[in-house]
Antibody
Framework: QVQLVESGGRLAQPGRSLRLSCAASGFTFNNYGMTWVRQAPGKGPEWVAAISHDGSHEYYADSVEGRFTISRDNSKSSLSLEMNGLRTEDTGVYYC????????????????WGQGTLVTVSS | DIQLTQSPSFLSASVGDRVTITCRASQDISRYLAWYQQKPGKAPKLLMYVASTLQSGVPSRFSGSGSGTEFTLTISSLQPEDFASYYCQQVNGNPTFGGGTKVEIK
C-alpha cells in the first residue's frame, strides 16, 4: 500500500534553514505529482508547494515563494523541501502528500498523506 | 487567493443524525472542490473530489454537491467514527483550504 514517511522536522531559530524529506513506497513514484502541506497548531491545512511527476514544474504558495524549494529524486522515490529564511509563522506539522487522482497530472487532490513532521521556529 | 468559508465552525450531533456542512468560495470555482476528514493527531483523509465524486473506500453515507461558489458535504447517518474535523479545499488555481468544521458528539 502507499506509504509516505516524512523526516527532518525539529526546532529551528528564525532566519535559519531546514530540510525536510519524504520517503515514498508502495506505488510508482515517478507517475505522480507530489506536494507539501503544513498545518499550524489548531489551524486548518495550508498548501505549501507542489512538484510535477517528472520534476519539471514547481509551484509555491505566496507565503513561501523565494524561501522554500521543493525537489524530488525519482530514482530514490524521495521528495524534499528546503526551507530557508524560516519565520515563526512557518511553525507547524509538515505533511507530504500524493496528488493521486490521475497519474502524470497536477490536480491538487491529495489522496495519500504521510504522518507529518513537526517544525518549530522559535528563538 | 480564493478564500473558502465553512459553516458552521462547530457542530454538535448524535449518532444517526443527518449532518450538512457548507463551504462558500470567494469566487466561482466551478466544481474544483474537495472534502477531507481529519481526526486528532492524524493526517487529513480525502473524502470527495470534483465536488461530488466519492473517493475509493469512503462510505456511501458521505455525499457532496454544489458548483460555482456554494458547496455542501452531507453525512446521511452519522456514525461514531465520523466525529472529526472536516475541511473543504479548492483547486481552481493554487489550492486553499477552508477553516474547518468540527463535528462533536452531542
Amino acid at each position: 500500500q502507499v506509504q509516505l514517511v516524512e523526516s527532518g522536522g525539529r526546532l529551528a531559530q528564525p532566519g535559519r534553514s531546514l530540510r525536510l524529506s519524504c520517503a515514498a513506497s508502495g506505488f510508482t513514484f515517478n507517475n505522480y505529482g507530489m506536494t507539501w502541506v503544513r498545518q499550524a497548531p489548531g489551524k486548518g491545512p495550508e498548501w505549501v508547494a507542489a512538484i510535477s511527476h517528472d520534476g519539471s514544474h514547481e509551484y509555491y504558495a505566496d507565503s513561501v515563494e523565494g524561501r522554500f524549494t521543493i525537489s524530488r529524486d525519482n530514482s530514490k522515490s524521495s521528495l524534499s523541501l528546503e526551507m530557508n529564511g524560516l519565520r515563526t509563522e512557518d511553525t507547524g506539522v509538515y505533511y507530504c502528500a500524493r496528488d493521486g487522482i490521475e497519474p502524470w497530472s497536477t490536480l491538487y487532490y491529495f489522496d495519500s498523506w504521510g504522518q507529518g513532521t513537526l517544525v518549530t521556529v522559535s528563538s | 487567493d480564493i478564500q473558502l468559508t465553512q459553516s458552521p465552525s462547530f457542530l454538535s450531533a448524535s449518532v444517526g443524525d443527518r449532518v450538512t456542512i457548507t463551504c462558500r468560495a470567494s469566487q466561482d470555482i466551478s466544481r474544483y472542490l474537495a472534502w477531507y476528514q481529519q481526526k486528532p493527531g492524524k493526517a487529513p483523509k480525502l473524502l470527495m473530489y470534483v465536488a461530488s465524486t466519492l473517493q475509493s473506500g469512503v462510505p456511501s453515507r458521505f455525499s457532496g454537491s454544489g458548483s460555482g461558489t456554494e458547496f455542501t458535504l452531507t453525512i446521511s447517518s452519522l456514525q461514531p467514527e465520523d466525529f472529526a474535523s472536516y475541511y473543504c479545499q479548492q483547486v481552481n488555481g493554487n489550492p486553499t483550504f477552508g477553516g474547518g468544521t468540527k463535528v462533536e458528539i452531542k
